[in-house]
């Protein structure tokens, strides 16, 4: 069975700064190219930042670039979001993806910057 289990999230100041971890389970991890999506309330789901299989390629979002860093370890079936600078406007659920082919979701993890 296919899982991805974000953790990580929580209530952080301006300014601050949290790390997101995704565990995957169920499948070869590093086939896949794993993502980091958002969704803020009343807003579209929307893609962060994209790391590939092996890692040595990632893509931000232009809104996050210089402040958020995807990585993996491949041998802990993880990929992480460092998050840095803290926004109010990065208030969302972050959702870890997979995608080799088929596409698999994790359930979010909420991260709510506010003072």
């Known amino acids: 069975q296919i899982q991805l289990v974000e953790s990580g999230g929580g209530l952080v100041q301006p300014g601050g700064s949290l790390r997101l971890s995704c565990l995957a389970s169920g499948y070869t991890f590093s086939r896949y190219v794993m993502s980091w999506y958002r969704q803020a309330p009343g807003k579209e789901r929307e893609l962060v930042a994209r790391?590939?299989?092996?890692?040595?390629?990632?893509n931000e979002a232009d809104s996050v670039k210089g402040r958020f860093t995807i990585s993996r370890d491949n041998a802990k079936n993880t990929v992480y979001l460092q998050m840095n600078s803290l926004k109010p406007e990065n208030t969302a659920v972050y959702y870890c993806?997979?995608?080799?082919?088929?596409?698999?979701w994790g359930k979010g993890t909420l991260v709510t910057v506010s003072s």
């Open positions: 993806n997979a995608r080799y082919g088929m596409e698999f």
């Open positions: 790391i590939s299989n092996a890692g040595g390629s990632t």
